[in-house]
Each structure stands twice: as C-alpha cells, then as structure tokens.
C-alpha cells in the first residue's frame, strides 16, 4: 500500500532504512508528502511524527496571546518522548526522531497495561519515559528515582496523530490505568486561575519538576513553560559537556531563567545568581577533574533490559544516532535478576579534546 | 610605488577603500601578498596589520609549553589596539581593523607627546586606548576614571611590525615619558617566579584588571593570559547585548573563569558561584526593564574631540564598521570648554528584538 512512496522518500533522501528484529521501516529524516520528520513508515502503515510543541518565554502574556478560551494544564515531564502502537501482533515504541526505540519497546510491559490495544488496536498512546535507568536523559528526574516510568500525556485516534479530547483521554487513562502525567484542570485567562498556575508552578519549581503544557480545546493550540529549576538543572547537567552542544542551549535557559523568576516574583530572593552560578560551576570543576585524571568527560548509562537479544538491537541502534556513533563505550551486559543490565559510558569528544588541549598549555587564537 | 598592488588589492576584494580628511587609504579585509588583515596601504607606505597574540587557557602548562628560555610579563590592557604612526607630516592612529580612527587621531596630542616622531618617524607605537570616553569601549575599565588614556605596548621598527627588543622599548618609553604598560619584569620557567607571576595576577585580578602578555625575546613568541574576574566583566558587560554576540563568547569567558579561579587556588573560596551568577542575572535584568520600558537594549556614549570635523568624520567611521550600520543613533554634538562633545547610543538588535518578541507573549519552536 506505501511501497511506492518507500520508494519515494528513499530516492529523494527524506528517510532512512531502520530495522528492529525481523521488522524494516522507514523513519522520515525530513518532513514528506504532508508527513512530518520522525514519521515511521511501514508497508501498510504510517504513525506519523509527533507534533512540535511551541514554548512562551512569557506566562501572562503568553497565555493571553496564545489562548482566547479555556485551556488545560498538564505536567510536562522530562524525558525523551515515545509513540506507542501495535502493529501486527506486536507493541513497538518509536522515539521522536523515528526510531523503533529497542529498550523501550523491550520494557514496555513493564511500564503499561497493553490491555488498551486489545479493545483498540487503533490508537497511538503519547508519553515520556524517564529516570535514572533511562538510556537517552542525563542527570537526576524528580519522579522517579529508580529504573524508568511511564507518563502518557496524548492518545492519537488513528496514525495520523489527530489526538482524543482531553475529556476522553481521561476516561481512558482511568478505564484502563494507565500511567499518566498530572492533569491541573481547565482554566481560563482570569486573574483568578491566573494566581492558581503561578501556585502550581511554584510548587513543581520549588520540586525541580521541569514545567507544563498548555491545551486548548477544541482548536487544539498547544504552549509549554518550564520551571526556572529545570532550566537551571539542564544546565548543570549539560556543563558536563559543554562544548559538545549548541552554546545557545545555554544562553536560552540562561535567559528563560530571569524571565522565570521575574515573572513569579522571586528575583529578589533567595541566592538565585549563586544557583545559577553552582549549576555552571560545579559541572565544569568535574569536567576539569575528570578530563584530567581519565583524560575525557563522559557519563555512564545502566540500563535494564527483559531480553538479551533487545540489548544487542540497542547497542546496534545507538550507532545509528546522529552524533553518538562514535562516542558509546559498551562495558558490559549481565544477567541480573529476570533482567539484562547493559552498562555503557556516552563520551562527549569536544569538551573532552578542547580541555585537554587547553590543560597541555596550547595556545589558541579567538 | 603600491599603487599595483592597490589596484590588485580592490580587484581581488581582499581590501576597501577608507578616507579621513583629505587622505585616501586601503585597509586590507583579508591578508594579501604577506601582509595580514587590517594593514593599511597608502600610494607610498603600508602600515602592516597587529599580529594576533594567542591565548593560554591554563597558566603553568601553557607558560612551560610556550616559553623555554626567559620571557617578559606585562600587563594587558582592555582597549581598543591602536597603531599610532608618522605620514605625510601628520601622526595617525589606525584601529585593529585598518581604520584611520578619526576619534584616536584627533586626541593622540592629548595621549602622547609626540616629538619621538620628530626623532623617529619611522617609528610605529602600538598601545591600547580605552577609558569611560572611548567610543568602542562598553563596561568600566579600573585603570581610567574618566575620558580615555593610551597605553604603549609595542614599539615597532618601521612598518612591518617588526618589535623593537624590550630593552630598547623600555629606554624610548623612558626617554619620551611615552605612557605605557605596567612591565612586571623577565622571569624564566621555575618555581620561584612562577609564584611570583601568581602573586602578581591574583593582585591584577583583584583589582578587575584584564590580565597579562606574556614576551619571549629574543624570539617573539607571546601569550595572553586573563584574569577570572575580567571574564566576569566582560560577561557582565556583553549579558546587555546577550543575543547580539556569539554565544561562545560567554561559554568561553566562563570556561577561562573555572580554570583561573582552579589554578589560582581560589575556587573553594568567596562565593565565586554567586558572582558568575550576578554578571548575567544583573545584565539580563537590566535589558528586559530597558527592553519593557524603552523597547531596545543599547548603550550610551560620550566622547570628547579637539575638532568639530573629527567628530564628523568619526559619525561617518561609525557607518562603515562591520556590524554598526544601522545600529548607532546620534544624540548630540555641542562644545564644551575647548572639546567638543559627541553622545550616541548604540542599540543590540538581536537581544531587544528577540526579548521584546518573548515577552509580547509570542510562540517560540526551538
């Protein structure tokens, strides 16, 4: 049925061969033929990428330019972002670049009553995965403190990605208990409500929870806004490789950081500058320490996995992501328990050689 | 005699034509037949471009791996570099970019007695201007309260910038009462001195002086080295234009940060966290009330002239340096005492356009 557009994308480089287990599909590289990048293509079925979610670096005003009626409020937790769907007897989970993710799709019934693709086999369930057992999120989830979790935040009606009402999501969530990020209710742009989101984004601040996600109905616009706290926690975890991401990554949150705690009203207190000092600081000094005693800075992953045979498709996927080709250090696999544990280490190569040529006394022309 | 080599210059788009009062010149854009960026080129004489200086990033590696015989400490000084030189019957003070700065040239008399040019015309001093009068100095500069001094560095043999040797630097900087420098004298690659060359940074870094160049005679290598809380100046100083500068501006000064602070022995002390922070949080403060209030983030200056026209020619410079277009709004030009007064504002584009945008409420994809 999409053999022809398979051929398509691939003699016009929109896509890119993946292949978990016995099963190829094409993940789109580039948005295509009205689908968007990270759309997953099989011979009788697409899921569709799933949608970019725009950010408003300004509460009141965002939401009064964004939203004219009511609007839900949702947790938005930080993860890495799954498409869960059932195809041909099997549940897979594609991650957001198209990917058949090989440890999620392994440690999902773990994480789901797949019970829900029994009555519909139809729908796309949306969540984030994350905690320390995660093999994509660097550094501490204030949800979860061991292995990894599941919160859905969407169900899509068809592959299309055209998701259910909040209203029958809901239903759904609680029918068949599925785990899901904490819904705040609906609100509107009042002085009252408007009092009640800065309560309760002061209270997942002062949790370091990352933010929320704003829904209108029925047209569907869609905003996050994230903590002061989760952009200071994304910059102390990345300081661990500095020089290995866009250093606009770090002038952005630098920046979302005032706007946060200016609009909340918390500038002024509370040794906020020596937090945002800390979150630099103390990141670089173990760079410093680490690329002096082992030569590079890097981070370790443990993972667990229900079949050794995923953990090998897994090793075999990190390579296929775009920058981690050569930077993965496989340690070890081991049976521990009913579960695989595969232990690697993810090396970051520009902060590593930068530093350490820095460290040897080069001279460098800026 | 260089009139070809004019004509090739233009042909090739290696160089452009600059003009001051009556006198046309090429300023090369590009290093052409041996000579480096911002040379100047008149009919009869080049004024070669000021060599680029490397920096070392970490103090005793860098020193031991650059320098193996003894080498000369002497303070850097944060300016704007000048080549001050003799033509035609008239002194002339070229910026790094191979500009004849009309702003320089009209004040040189009141910097430097210039008789050594009666004595010497062959002579081309190289020293750094700045002050709270300078026109492309932003932020406070602890050496000069109030309009601007010249501070020599190098004097050169003639016009291809080839160093007079210390020694004989020291002794015309003595015998015209040149202003110069601070030189903190020879030192070699040994525990004693290099106690000595700490004490004397840790005393230029607690005084928020920039740093320090480093001299090997008779070779010519040299090294720039900077003080911590010169990179908290200058990340103080840029936050007010944070969107109008490379972002690895910032990471780089906050990177040099750590690694001074680590090989001074200071990191554990003094809230240095605290003071990262406050350069950005106070800068970025700032720009969103001047943004809130006025629409834009700019900076005001004020600069003294000995000659109306001066200043003219100066408004004119201001239109031709890369990036200044159409981002300098003249306020004023009035006589006062026997100087005549020029105040401008330069505005930061990208910092007021992108926060104005934000703070309107607009969604953001990033």
Redesign the interface.
């Known amino acids: 049925m999409f053999e022809l557009f398979i051929e398509e994308i691939l003699a016009k480089k929109k896509g890119i061969q993946g292949k978990f287990q016995e099963r190829t599909y094409i993940r789109l590289t580039n948005a295509y033929g009205g689908w968007p990048e990270g759309s997953i293509v099989f011979k009788d079925l697409i899921i569709a990428g799933f949608p ?1 979610i ?5 509460l ?7 939203f004219s009626g009511s609007f839900w409020m949702e947790e938005k937790v930080d993860g890495y972002n799954v498409r869960i769907f059932h195809y041909q007897g099997q549940i897979y989970c594609a991650t957001r670049g198209g990917f058949i993710c090989p440890f999620s799709t392994d440690r999902i019934v773990d994480l789901l009553n797949v019970d829900i693709f029994i009555d519909h086999p139809n729908l796309v369930l949306c969540g984030e995965i994350t905690g320390p057992g995660s093999p994509y999120i660097e550094g501490p989830t204030p949800l979860v403190s061991e292995d990894v979790k599941l919160f859905i935040f969407d169900i899509a009606k068809g592959s299309t990605m055209e998701f259910l009402p909040e209203r029958q999501k809901h239903e759904l969530i609680s029918r068949y208990r599925l785990p899901s990020v904490k819904n705040f209710d609906l609100f509107e742009n009042q002085p009252k409500d408007l009092r009640q989101i800065k309560k309760i984004l002061l209270s997942l601040h002062n949790e370091y929870r990352e933010g929320v996600i704003f829904k209108e109905e029925p047209f569907g616009r869609r ?1 996050k806004y994230v903590t002061a706290n989760s952009d200071l926690n994304d910059i102390a975890v990345f300081s661990h490789k ?2 290995d991401v ?3 990554y ?3 949150r ?2 979302r950081y ?2 946060f705690l ?1 609009e909340l009203g918390l ?1 002024e207190e509370n ?8 979150a ?3 990141g ?2 173990e760079v ?1 320490k680490n690329v002096r005693e082992h030569g590079r800075s890097s981070r370790f992953f443990r993972c667990r996995f229900r079949e050794s045979k995923n953990a090998e498709y897994f090793i075999e996927h990190l390579k296929h992501i775009p920058g981690h080709q050569e930077h993965v250090i496989i340690k070890k696999l081991y049976q521990e328990n009913s579960y695989w544990v595969l232990e690697f280490e993810k090396t970051f190569p520009s902060t590593s050689d930068t ?1 350490r040529n ?9």
Chains 1, 2 share one sequence.
């Open positions: 970019k725009g950010r408003i670096n300004s009141e005003s965002g939401l009064r330019e964004q905003a500095i020089l866009s250093p606009n770090f002038i952005d630098i920046l005032v706007l200016t500038i040794n906020w500058e020596e937090k945002l000092g800390k630099f600081v103390c670089i000094k410093l530093l820095w460290l040897s006394g080069a001279l460098r022309f800026d």
